[in-house]
């Protein structure tokens, strides 16, 4: 999917949620680039739910109001990221995404990774700026586990824009630049750029879970 505008969306923009009825093999390979996605008003701007080789690159994602400007997870039913051997995202703006109150009463990071029932391994993000996220920036959530997540040249100016504190997951906090409410996992951090954070303490990060700054 290429050079493409999506707006209005009452669920994800841009998916891949690969399945496995009768047998049918994993969605690997796809890649969405040059789009512009707006004003979704549920769920993500652009998501990704299992497979392996997805490519998202030089995106622009607005005012996703319901939900992240990106996410994964491996809530549903279908091929998850067992198999993955790399996922990249790179090269996106992400304005005014994420919420504190979607169709769940949770609370989504401008990016978000959720890791339900299995777990997410193997994704680089690259070059992507974060600029006022409604609650957190990037936010990692559930007991499934974080392996090889690297940020790459990330940006996040601005997050707890909507003064919100109440949490479905973890104590009150305004929006933190990074947010875990599981103790599984790891990610690391090259050249993490963060300014106008309304947590004071930057990361609201659950205890196990490991940040690496480089």
Not at 76 to 85: A, R, S, V, W
Not at 132 to 140: E, L, M, S, T, V
Request: glycine share 14%; with cysteine.
């Amino acid at each position: 999917m290429r050079n493409s505008s999506v707006r209005n969306n009452g669920d994800d923009g841009l998916a891949v949620w690969t399945s496995n009825v009768n047998g049918a093999p994993a969605g690997v390979n796809n890649t969405f680039s040059s789009n512009t996605i707006e004003n979704n008003w549920r769920a993500a701007g652009i998501a990704f739910f299992g497979g392996s080789g997805h490519k998202a690159d030089r995106n622009v994602i607005v005012d996703c109001v319901g939900g992240s400007g990106l996410r994964m997870n491996t809530v549903f039913p279908g091929y998850h990221f067992q198999n993955n051997t790399g996922i990249t995202f790179s090269d996106t703006t992400i304005l005014r995404c994420g919420t504190s109150q979607d169709l769940y009463n949770g609370e989504r990071g401008a990016i978000d990774l959720e890791a339900s029932n299995d777990s997410i391994k193997n994704v680089t993000f690259t070059n992507i700026d974060i600029v006022d996220a409604q609650r957190d920036g990037i936010q990692f959530g559930y007991g499934g586990g974080f392996s090889n997540i690297v940020f790459n040249s990330v940006t996040i100016n601005g997050t707890g824009r909507d003064g919100i504190t109440t949490s479905r997951f973890s104590g009150p906090h305004l929006g933190a630049a990074i947010f875990t409410y599981t103790g599984n996992g790891s990610a690391t951090f090259n050249n993490l750029q963060t300014s106008n954070i309304a947590y004071a303490g930057t990361n609201y990060v659950q205890s196990g879970f490991n940040l690496t700054f480089n």
